[in-house]
């Protein structure tokens, strides 16, 4: 083990991270002496640089959480502050003023009655936290045979296996299984793949339909992103969320939105449920509220859930030793005086069209199929075929996202997400500061590198292929 002294030069950090470092969600054995590891060693507003001083455009906020940009120095001020009035305290039957501060503020910000903040040190963690308490509300009202969630296909909610029971991504559960129990998903709101003769509200029904299938009497909760990540940004159709609300109200269902990405301006708005016109019972955050300065999240409850837990020698028995951690809480309002005093949400609002129309220009291209999403957060759907919206089947998506796309838009200085969960898709999830001259950028790197995507994998013989179509969730 190096000590301070023994600190490594920075031509060591590849051997270093290939001898010691276990990267999330990679393939490990991918990196070798003809593929280094990406190294980021500095950042600046939309931009990050790498241990060689190339620079890229953050154009995923580094996992859609630098809503604010990066090195804003004076979030670090915040830190010191704090380290200096109070380092750490647990809020295990304590508390320390900045958690207080910061569940004010939350709260005042918050959409109807969602008044009391439950924090966490992250997103999986605040999802595990909603789903346990809406079991723990439904017992605590001697119901405790509700204990059910119904999420969405190819939704993404988390890794701990609460929220994998929650996660739509089969190749992300099989691993792990057996999940917790009650885990039971209906259909997304893939508008582009469904028939044009859907009724809009078809998946919002399907809710309905899995809840009655279940038993009412055993379903706790509904849970859903504003807009869903994975398989690429789904929006709703108009009406789809007030059905749901709707539905949650008929059979005594906690209705929980998923805001680990959606809250803190990625929207326009302070929380995605106001985009979209509704008021859950619960939601959860985390990621951008200390736009990943510090992690943390949370879950903000309303009254109604959270009064049974407000009386006598009730206690919602859960908790985490750096949930609300001091230091976390201050940069969390350092964050939000800058979303305040530069009006971010508003700053989205106005850009949104022009990045919209940025990534529609796009169409032009024979691989790109559609653009959807709201806000500052966008995905462009690959196509075989424009017409027939013919996808990629496995092998030739391999190809085109981890054999080509991937490294190749890093190599030309931008930092996107190539994903399959669903469909081929490019994601773009840019810092809420960003502007033209960064669309401009973004415009530039895909379209040449997905122009190039299209002569490798799809040539001239897009017919020709008698490989199996790739597997897809029921539409």
Known sequence: ????????????????????????????????????????????????????????????????????????????????????????????????????????????????????????????????????????????????????????????HGTSLGALSATGITELRSQFEPLTPGGCHVPNTNIYRWPEERDPLWAADAIEERIVFEGPETVAAVILEPVQNAGGCFVPPDGYFQRVREICDQYDVLMISDEVICAWGRLGHYFGCERFDYVPDLVTVAKALTSAYAPMGGVVASDKVAEPFMQGDASFAHGFTFAGHPIAAAIAMANLDVFEREDLC???????????????????????????????????????????????????????????????????????????????VVQLSPPLIADTEQFEEIHDVLHSVLGEAWDRVVGGSRKGSAAEPRRRSSL
């Open 1 to 156: 083990m190096a000590t301070a002294s023994q600190a490594p030069a920075a031509t060591d950090l590849q051997q270093l991270a290939r001898d010691h470092l276990w990267m999330h969600f990679s393939r490990m054995g991918a990196y070798g002496p003809d593929h280094e590891v990406p190294i980021i060693t500095r950042a600046e507003g939309c931009y990050v640089f790498d241990e060689h001083g190339n620079r890229y455009l953050d154009g995923l906020s580094g996992l859609f959480c630098v809503n604010a940009g990066h090195g804003r120095t004076e979030y670090g001020e915040a830190a010191a502050r704090q380290v200096e009035e109070l380092d750490f305290y647990t809020l295990w039957s304590y508390a320390h003023p900045k958690a207080i501060e910061l569940a004010a503020r939350i709260a005042s910000l918050a959409p109807g009655d969602l008044n009391r903040v439950f924090f966490t040190s992250g997103g999986s963690e605040a999802v595990e936290s909603a789903l346990k308490l809406a079991r723990n509300y439904h017992r605590i009202h001697g119901k405790g045979q509700k204990h059910k969630v119904i999420a969405r296909e190819v939704a993404y």
């Open 346 to 424: 508003g700053h989205v609002l106005r850009k949104e069209g022009e990045f919209r129309q940025m990534l529609e220009s796009l169409h032009e291209l024979p691989i790109v199929g559609d653009v959807r999403g709201a806000g500052y957060f966008h995905a462009v759907e690959l196509v075989k075929d424009k017409e027939t919206k013919e996808s990629f089947n496995d092998e030739e998506s391999e190809e085109l996202l981890r054999g080509f796309l991937s490294g190749e838009l890093y190599k030309r200085g931008l930092i996107c997400r190539a994903d399959d969960r669903g469909d081929p």
